[in-house]
């Protein structure tokens, strides 16, 4: 997706957003097929030609998002499960730092979904403490695989964690409310 067509498309999800007791659904943009479709090239946009091989993507909307992606970018998908969920083969368990809702996280990987050769980029919904990034991060530097970014469709977070770690977004939270 070429730079005009993402700025439109933005645009378009800023005035498209479904809001549910006057917050932003981000499970509610999936209803709507036209998004759906452009999700997976918007949110791949700034990695096209960074020869990413591998899309992890973080429970619980993270899987849908980084399907969209990872077919988009011709990659592989791997999935980090919260803790309790089914994960056959997880040797992995990350705690995460305090995420939005003020708690800690515990995910569950397995190491063998990614190699040093890998190229990863983290897909989710959100970004807000960067929290739940930084614990799928870490599942990639175990594995001595190469972190290239992340890319979300919102953006809540301080400048600081954006540039930590290089999240793209598709819009601002402050231009849905």
Not at 26 to 32: E, F, I, P, Y
Not at 116 to 143: F, M, S, Y
Not at 144 to 149: F, L, R, S, W
Request: glycine share 8%; net charge negative.
């Amino acid at each position: 997706m070429r730079k005009t067509e993402l700025g439109a498309f933005s645009l378009s999800l800023i005035e498209a957003f479904p809001m549910v007791n006057d917050h932003p659904d981000v499970a509610g943009l999936l209803r709507d097929a036209d998004i759906l479709q452009s999700l997976g090239a918007a949110m791949s946009s700034e990695y096209v030609g960074e020869g990413i091989t591998k899309v992890i993507a973080p429970e619980a909307r993270g899987p849908v998002l980084g399907a969209l992606v990872a077919k988009y970018l011709e990659s592989g998908l791997v999935l980090v499960r919260k803790d309790g969920r089914n994960h056959p083969g997880s040797d992995t368990q990350i705690t995460s730092e305090k995420i939005w809702n003020g708690e800690q996280v515990n995910f569950q990987s397995r190491s063998f979904d990614l190699d040093r050769t890998d190229r990863v980029l983290i897909v989710d919904d959100w970004a807000t403490t960067g929290n739940t990034i930084r614990a799928t991060k870490q599942c990639i530097d175990e594995t001595e695989a190469t972190y290239v970014g992340s890319s979300v469709i919102v953006n809540k977070a301080e400048e600081f964690t954006l540039k930590e770690l290089r999240i793209k977004w598709l819009v601002r939270f402050d231009d849905l409310t």
